[in-house]
């Protein structure tokens, strides 16, 4: 069970039975937050973050190293097993991510993650390059800021430096990457080029909303299949938002790839059927 304990500038959030240790100086922890064995969440240092933030249904799972000097991750975000991140920078993830076992994130040079980003095992992320003595004549000392945008996929094995992933772009595995991508391509090979040519774009260019629309209808009914305990009234697909909001209904719209966040029963775990290859959405 978690422990929130008030030290004199600083919070310790424990749980001893699982040697969790979180040490920060501001908090914000969510609903429904797992955290597995052996969790260590802390600054580069060693010492308390200046503040963590840990949205809803979060999953941190076991032997997994956080030591940043801030961190927030956000609802619906999966962590798998020895993830390790380290560095001189915060480190910010955003909605409706996935981390396999064993990834490595270094934020010397900066580093954020935003939403619906797909991150395969053993993959590795450098925002720098720099160990040799420059003062014995070593010319390679640079740290670039990564950006991994907005529903990019990183497949097993792949290696970054310095090197950001527009939109929508694929990394394949085992591949090595050194350049910024361009939106919704795809890229393989070490070092890896744009291969998008030969096997198409991760996405579709264009979207049919209607068709979207009939599809998450679909899957509603699926879910509801699934879980006909659940009142079939709390949860409206809509193309776009309602001017007039019913409080007690989740609204998932289509155009906007958003939803109207309740947190009702029904609503978790709808998203949670959801996720990770049916559909993601962002509340508002």
């Given at each position: 069970m978690i422990k929130i304990i008030k030290k004199n500038?600083?919070?310790?959030?424990?749980?001893?039975?699982?040697k969790v240790l979180i040490l920060t100086k501001k908090y914000k922890l969510g609903i429904n937050v797992y955290f597995g064995e052996r969790i260590k969440i802390c600054n580069n240092n060693g010492g308390p973050m200046d503040s963590i933030i840990i949205g809803d249904n979060v999953q941190i799972h076991h032997d997994s190293t956080i030591m940043v000097p801030s961190f927030s991750v956000l609802d619906y975000t999966k962590i798998n097993n020895n993830f390790y991140a380290y560095g001189t920078d915060d480190l910010?993830?955003?909605?409706?991510?996935?981390?396999?076992?064993?990834?490595?994130?270094?934020?010397?040079?900066?580093?954020?993650?935003n939403n619906n980003v797909g991150i395969g095992s053993q993959v590795q992320i450098y925002s720098h390059a720099k160990f040799g003595d420059t003062l014995y004549g070593c010319k390679i000392n640079t740290k670039k800021k990564i950006d991994l945008n907005d529903d990019v996929w990183i497949t097993p094995g792949c290696i970054i430096t310095m090197a950001s992933l527009s939109t929508k772009?694929?990394?394949?595995?085992?591949?090595?990457?050194?350049?910024?991508?361009?939106?919704?391509?795809?890229?393989?090979?070490?070092?890896?080029?744009?291969?998008?040519?030969k096997i198409g774009f991760q996405f579709n260019k264009e979207n049919d909303f209607n068709e979207i629309y009939l599809q998450l209808k679909r899957y509603l009914d699926e879910f509801y299949l699934k879980n006909s305990n659940f009142d079939k009234n709390l949860i409206e697909i809509c193309l776009e938002k309602p001017k007039k909001i019913n409080k007690n209904i989740s609204y998932f719209v289509i155009k906007d790839r958003k939803y109207t966040k309740i947190s009702s029963e029904v609503e978790i775990d709808f998203i949670k059927f959801l996720l990770p290859d049916r559909g993601k959405f962002i509340p508002y």
């Open positions: 500038n600083y919070f310790e959030i424990i749980d001893n039975i699982n910010n993830i955003g909605y409706n991510c996935w981390f396999g076992s064993g990834v490595i994130l270094d934020t010397l040079g900066g580093l954020k993650i772009s694929m990394l394949l595995s085992g591949s090595v990457l050194t350049k910024d991508t361009v939106e919704n391509h795809i890229y393989a090979g070490v070092p890896a080029i744009d291969i998008t040519d």
